[in-house]
């Protein structure tokens, strides 16, 4: 058995006591204890040192992605604008050969620049509206006038204006003409 020093003996004394068995017990239960202390508090501080990268990692993340939105944002009609830009190109070539231009070729011109302006429009997905003979509806066509008609009430007789809509979203309502009832 373990001995320990006396106090009661006195200073000087070589006097050694025994150490009792339930104090033993709890030394080593106490040392059991503090070892495990000291292992929960180093994973605590693992842990804590995770949650902190994890955060850094969260916060990169959240930032990284507001740059690529205001990104997005900035340059989202690029590739139209692109398309645009041949649209332009043609319509100044156009009006450089007017003076040696017959009318025939200046129409033939402006057929290309729409189509080439068509193009631009199918790329980025911007579908025209045309009614013509169809049913008016108020979520996609503007009625210009009513005009007595054959034709049964609320049919759209003629478009004064094309409509325009990008990705089912209406950009622009088609103005119509819609049949009334005769009187």
């Known amino acids: 058995m373990p001995?320990?020093?006396n106090a009661s003996a006195g200073p000087g004394s070589d006097e050694k006591t025994e150490v009792l068995p339930e104090t033993a017990v709890?030394?080593?239960e106490m040392e059991r204890l503090q070892n495990e202390?000291?292992?929960a508090e180093?994973?605590?501080k693992g842990h804590w040192e995770q949650y902190l990268r994890a955060l850094a990692e969260?916060?990169?993340v959240r930032k990284r992605?507001?740059?690529d939105l205001e990104s997005t944002r900035q340059f989202a009609i690029e590739k139209f604008a692109q398309d645009l830009i041949a649209v332009k190109d043609s319509l100044e070539l156009a009006l450089a050969s007017v003076?040696?231009?017959d009318v025939a070729s200046l129409i033939e011109g402006q057929k290309a620049t729409l189509r080439l302006l068509a193009k631009a429009f199918e790329k980025a997905q911007i579908e025209e509206i045309d009614p013509q003979g169809a049913?008016?509806?108020p979520e996609q066509h503007e009625a210009m006038m009513a005009q007595p008609s054959d034709a049964a009430p609320n049919t759209v007789l003629s478009v004064v204006q094309r409509g325009y809509a990008l990705n089912g979203r209406l950009l622009r309502p088609a103005r119509v003409i819609v049949s009334a009832a005769k009187s």
Do not use: P
Request: proline share 0%; no cysteine.
């Open 42 to 44: 180093e994973r605590a």
């Open 58 to 60: 969260v916060d990169n």
């Open 99 to 101: 003076d040696k231009a």
């Open 37 to 39: 202390l000291a292992g």
């Open 135 to 137: 049913a008016f509806n």
């Open 26 to 28: 709890q030394l080593v």
């Open 3 to 5: 001995e320990s020093y």
């Open 65 to 67: 992605a507001a740059k």
